[in-house]
């Protein structure tokens, strides 16, 4: 997980925390990004929390990435999911238009 400033100056921080608020990492950086590995679990709740301790305003980036070559079993079904954006996994409701027969889970 990384946090690049794009906008403002000062010291910024980057925190991940489970859903109890139980910080599972954390670091902050006066000159620049902060970049944090963290072992997360399927299913689970977790909040990312940045800030400036000293007050400042800012933009940036924030990117989050499985990690190269170990954990998370084979990668397959894990996504991030964005609290108030609906869940991919959730069922469409309504009509449903394949533009290939073959894409078409019924069909199959």
Do not use: R, W
Request: charged share 10%; with cysteine.
């Amino acid at each position: 997980m990384t946090i690049t400033p794009t906008l403002g100056s000062g010291t910024l921080s980057l925190a991940v925390l489970k859903a109890q608020q139980t910080v599972l990492a954390s670091g902050q950086s006066q000159t620049g990004g902060v970049t944090l590995a963290v072992s997360l679990l399927s299913g689970q709740q977790y909040y990312v929390k940045v800030c400036s301790p000293t007050g400042s305003l800012f933009g940036y980036n924030l990117g989050i990435a499985k990690a190269s070559g170990g954990g998370g079993g084979n990668g397959g079904g894990h996504h991030l999911v964005v609290m108030g954006v609906e869940s991919p996994d959730d069922k469409v409701a309504g009509d449903v238009f394949y533009q290939n027969a073959a894409d078409d889970p019924v069909m199959s």
